[in-house]
């Protein structure tokens, strides 16, 4: 779709043709973030967006015989792509303007996660801000830093995703305080018969009641069923995100729900959190490994507004059950008695969920 006419419902396609419309969806997705450095265009220097990319990637590094890559960046992406590229031999080098990897889950979550790739031989390079490209006489790139140089057959951009809004904007949809397009709660945008799902647009943030951005899977799947069934006749409302996700690296489970603290203080909360290891199973129980969860909540009420867990198992679980929770607005007290299910190959009769919210009570 090259143009939208919203007043005259219809769209211009490269090929010329115009398309009339009664009612439209826009799901125009969302683009990888550009490094803004020069050299950025000189082959070899990938971002990872769809799975087009992900065979040209494999292309490449087959074709070309790659032998070392450099991530920039070290969110999501960049981190489940340390796996990809260390299982096939890669040499791995992470480079990454903040302290830790995931920085936004604060030193305490970020530092098992460096330990993991540290032991899976990546080379995490922090507080490094890159600062272009060249093209290396051997072929391959040369990436500089603020710090050092380095030489990578391979560079992979990990650096975000910014919502693919051009076509909406130049139609005079309106977009939200996130850059992505405004939709009320049926998804709808301001135009009449004008709707928008998916990573383009924005969603509600339950914990905040804020407009956020926060590209994802599974709520551009909701959002799309719900634009659906509205067009098709139905009433239905996305109730909106809490900022649920969760990752792989290596053996390691991440995931998190609702704030972390200093998200929380940042939406001028006034909040207390509590960060406990337990154990993954019952303590006798062959396989047990350490899980980490932190617990935060509102300071007044007792409220939960966010967890994070990490472990080899069971931090997703636990994150879900979590999320549950603070969908209804439990509070600490409930939490810290919760009827979870409980067998030792699952998890202690006290779960790191009900230890991590009797620590928070005290
Ligand atoms: C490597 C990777 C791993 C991920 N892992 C997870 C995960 O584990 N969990 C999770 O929840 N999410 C994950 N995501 C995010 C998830 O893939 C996205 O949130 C999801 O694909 C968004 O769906 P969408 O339909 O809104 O956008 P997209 O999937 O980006 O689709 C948008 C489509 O619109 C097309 N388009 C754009 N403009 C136009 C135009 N003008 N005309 C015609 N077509 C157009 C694009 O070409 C594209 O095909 C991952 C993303 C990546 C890149």
Redesign the pocket.
Known sequence: ??ELDAGGMRVRLSSGETISFNHLVV????RSRSSGVSGEDIEGIFS???VSD?VGIKHYIRERKAKRAVIVGSG??SL?MCEAFRKIGLETTVICRKNYPMSKLGEEFAGPILQQLQGEGVNFIPDTRLSSFDRSSSGAVWVHTDGASMEADLVLLGIGVVP?VA?AEQSGIELGPTGAIAVDNHMKTNKEAIYA????CESYHRISRRPSYA??????NKQ?RIAGANIGGQDLVFPGIMGS?C?KVFDLEVASTGFTPDEARKAGMQVRSATIKGKSRAHSYPGSVDLQIRLIADNENGRLLGAQAIGSEGAVSRINALAAGLAAGISLEELAYLDLAYAPPFSGAWDPIHIAAQKLLK
């Open positions: 779709v090259q799901a125009t997705g969302a990872l967006r769809n992900a999501f992406v489940e693919e076509l799902a998916g990573d383009c590209p994802l899977g599974d709520t551009a799309g996700y990752l």
